[in-house]
């Protein structure tokens, strides 16, 4: 079983900072890519930030310049450093990561979600 465990949501006012973690354990062999997604309610979840194994990075282009993504392999960990929030950054935020636990298929596992939100 692979379990993924999000900290780092709360409450900011807009133009604040707030660092997300997630950290995978369980039953890995090894994990390629590890990404942060949000989704608000009524709307479909979107990606925010990606990260490869070797440290390439993609971003959706509402958080370019404001958010970075980072992960410490060693760890299973991935980091999501939110810089200048906006009211539109508001959402419940999963952590996302391609697990290989040593058979069957890579699989995608999701996180419980952390909530974010922003306000004035």
């Known amino acids: 079983q692979v379990q993924l465990v999000e900290s780092g949501g709360g409450l900011v006012q807009p133009g604040g900072s707030l660092r997300l973690s997630c950290a995978a354990s369980g039953s890995i062999f090894s994990i390629n890519a590890m990404g942060w997604y949000r989704q608000v309610p009524g709307n479909k979840r979107e990606l925010v930030a990606s990260i490869t194994s070797g440290g390439s990075t993609n971003y959706a282009d509402s958080a370019k310049g404001r958010f970075t993504i980072s992960r410490v392999n060693r760890k299973n960990t991935v980091y999501l450093q939110m810089n200048s929030l906006k009211l539109e950054d508001t959402a419940v935020y999963y952590c996302?990561?391609?697990?290989?636990?040593?058979?069957?298929?890579?699989?995608?596992?999701w996180g419980q979600g952390t909530q974010v939100t922003v306000f004035s």
């Open positions: 996302n990561a391609e697990v290989f636990t040593g058979w069957g298929p890579v699989g995608d596992y």
